[in-house]
């Protein structure tokens, strides 16, 4: 959100081309925490993400099954 504030998300950076509306991307991550990423953000955040896996490694698909995940029944929402 820093790097790109208004560009971070597509609602924002559409409102900032329109000259209206919310542009801060903090403010519409808050009200709307599922908040499509624009394609050069989304770019950037794949980018980092595969500097972190080049760096750190990845768990490979039988570890990651095995992590603890916690279990939530329809009736417990």
Do not use: C, H
């Not at 609602?11 to 209206?20: D, F, I, S, V, Y």
């Not at 709307?32 to 490979?60: H, K, Y």
């Amino acid at each position: 959100m820093d790097k790109f504030g208004s560009d971070a998300f597509m609602p924002t950076q559409r409102n900032a081309r329109r000259g209206e509306g919310n542009t801060n991307p903090r403010t519409a991550y808050r009200q709307q925490a599922a908040v499509m990423l624009t394609p050069e953000a989304s770019l950037w955040l794949n980018e980092q993400l595969q500097i972190a896996f080049d760096r750190f490694g990845t768990l490979p698909a039988v570890e990651l099954a095995a992590l603890d995940k916690p279990m939530i029944k329809v009736s417990d929402i």
